[in-house]
């Protein structure tokens, strides 16, 4: 498959789910990550209007988890975050966050992924550490 056809099937079957209703759109594709991007709007926002936490952590674990699946090698086999953890450095109140994942450590079963979310502007907005479970098909 070429990458604008991995790209179209990652967003096809993210249809009526959290990763539709966050608005999340998977953009890039490379040798070693995986991007995607969440527009900021009120219905991601906490309370007083910045980006919540919670959304930015969907954003990262739906891009960690993708890219797993993606650069495994058995597609027929199941993923699941098992942890994730977020710092989130920076608020945001509109436009686009883009979501980048990047292995740190590919096992066969267990991988750990580094998102970097950042503005339009390229700036940092959180960093996320995801841990994948992959269960491979039988």
């Not at 990763?19 to 594709?29: A, N, Q, Y």
């Not at 267990?110 to 700036?123: A, H, N, S, Y």
């Amino acid at each position: 498959m070429t990458k604008e056809e991995i790209l179209d099937q990652c967003n096809v079957i993210s249809k009526n789910t959290l990763v539709d209703t966050l608005g999340i759109r998977f953009t890039d594709l490379g040798d070693d990550f995986l991007s995607a991007t969440m527009p900021v709007t009120p219905k991601v926002h906490q309370p007083d209007g910045i980006l919540h936490g919670g959304a930015s952590a969907a954003l990262a674990e739906t891009v960690g988890s993708v890219a797993t699946f993606i650069f495994n090698e058995d597609l027929k086999a199941t993923v699941r975050g098992i942890e994730i953890t977020s710092n989130h450095l920076k608020s945001i109140k509109k436009g686009n966050v883009i979501a980048t994942a990047r292995p740190l450590h590919k096992g066969r079963t267990i991988q750990l992924w580094e998102i970097k979310m950042v503005d339009e502007e390229g700036t940092l907005i959180s960093i996320s550490k995801l841990t994948a479970y992959i269960k491979k098909s039988s």
